[in-house]
């Protein structure tokens, strides 16, 4: 039997995916196909490469993003996303698909075209990067004669790669959308980020019919986008959440199958 987990973006917020990924292994859930876009492609691939939940931690707490030395030159962004290009080739054995224990795809937009494009094979680590690259901070990536930036541009929650592979599919959504009063909206920018978050919201909210189980930890709405500080709390909030979404499936799951021994003995059975 085989199980997709698909994974969105969210920056910080999708170190709650790593508790996600703790949360399947205790309740010993065995993904053998990933899909993601930005953080959750990289959560993706670190998981598809065997890391474990402690290394891909320490991972996200040992990189510095804002320092100096990542600052972009002459580059459409204000850090340039291939200087983590090392940080990244330390993490892995080699820089290809192939090393990957589990199937992977990950979700990058083509800024050329303005399509999707779906890498599974070939270097893995600018497909990464570019995926995660969110316009306007990280300059986009070039590979393949074309420029690549953040998949969650054309799909944030991309499960569709899943469907023809995966009998069932778990998902990780990190974007939960906050409740705001009407006078937080009080300058221009303001209004177009949240037509931005709302329009977002919905397309991802349209893919999640396609999953058997999806998470959504609430408490992420107080965290932002750079919540590097909070890598620990988030971390927490991911596993917490996920523990009693699949306590109560697995709990959910057994009623009914109960359920069927009453249809088809006339009496209820105690037996899990």
């Not at 670190?46 to 939940?53: E, I, K």
């Not at 690259?133 to 799909?155: H, M, W």
């Amino acid at each position: 039997m085989e199980t997709g987990l698909v994974l969105s973006g969210g920056g910080a917020r999708g170190v709650a995916q790593i508790g996600l990924i703790k949360a399947l292994e205790e309740f010993d859930i065995e993904v053998t196909h990933i899909s993601g876009s930005s953080a959750g492609a990289v959560i993706g691939a670190m998981y598809a490469s065997g890391a474990s939940v402690e290394r891909m931690l320490d991972f996200f707490k040992s990189v510095p993003i804002f320092h100096f030395k990542r600052y972009a030159r002459n580059k459409p962004g204000f850090i340039d996303t291939m200087k983590f290009y090392k940080d990244f080739l330390n993490f892995y054995k080699e820089d290809n698909f192939s090393i990957l224990d589990k199937k992977l795809f990950v979700n990058t937009t083509n800024l050329g075209n303005g399509k999707i494009e779906i890498f599974e094979n070939g270097e893995l680590i600018r497909p990464l990067l570019a995926s995660a690259s969110i316009p306007g901070i990280f300059t986009p990536v070039a590979f393949n004669d074309g420029l690549y930036a953040d998949g969650g541009i054309t799909n944030n929650f991309p499960v569709k790669p899943l469907i023809p592979f995966c009998d069932h599919i778990i998902g990780g959504y990190v974007n939960p959308l906050k409740e705001i009063e009407p006078n937080g909206l009080k300058h221009s920018y303001q209004v177009i980020t949240r037509a931005y978050q709302i329009s977002l919201d919905h397309q991802c909210h349209a893919n999640f019919k396609d999953c058997d189980l999806v998470i959504i930890p609430r408490e992420l709405e107080n965290h932002g986008l750079f919540s590097l500080k909070n890598i620990d709390k988030i971390f927490e909030i991911g596993y917490q959440e996920s523990r009693k979404v699949l306590k109560n499936h697995t709990e959910k799951k057994r009623k009914l199958s109960n359920r069927k021994i009453f249809n088809l003995f006339g009496k209820w059975s105690n037996s899990n």
